[in-house]
């Protein structure tokens, strides 16, 4: 069983600060990239980065120049950093990791339970 346990959420103020953390643990071979989704409700869940297991980053253009995504291979943890929130950031924030459970090419999606984060005005 894999879990993927999130922190960091909260609320803060626009121009503020937060850090978000995710670990993934249970039984599995390797992770072959984590990263962050968001999801305001009543409306789909959108990428936000996404780091891989060589180390390429990938950043959607709202995000570029405020966030930093960085990972821990050997906590097999990823980090968010978020700097300059507007209230637009508001949404709940899924991580997501894909990874192999054996040896092999054959890999799985999952998800953390989503942690909120609330930029106020």
């Known amino acids: 069983q894999v879990q993927l346990m999130e922190s960091g959420g909260g609320l803060v103020q626009a121009g503020g600060s937060l850090m978000l953390s995710c670990t993934a643990s249970?039984?599995?071979?390797?992770?072959?990239?984590m990263g962050w989704y968001r999801q305001v409700a009543g409306q789909q869940r959108e990428l936000v980065a996404f780091?891989?297991?060589?180390?390429?980053?990938y950043y959607e253009d709202y995000v570029k120049g405020r966030f930093t995504i960085s990972r821990d291979s050997d906590e097999n943890t990823v980090y968010l950093q978020m700097n300059s929130l507007k209230p637009e950031d508001t949404a709940v924030y899924y991580c997501?990791?894909?990874?192999?459970?054996?040896?092999?090419?054959?890999?799985?999606?999952?998800w953390g339970q989503g942690t909120q984060v609330t930029v106020s005005s």
């Open positions: 997501n990791a894909e990874l192999t459970l054996v040896a092999g090419p054959r890999r799985f999606d999952y």
């Open positions: 249970g039984s599995f071979f390797s992770i072959k990239h």
């Open positions: 780091i891989t297991e060589d180390g390429r980053i």
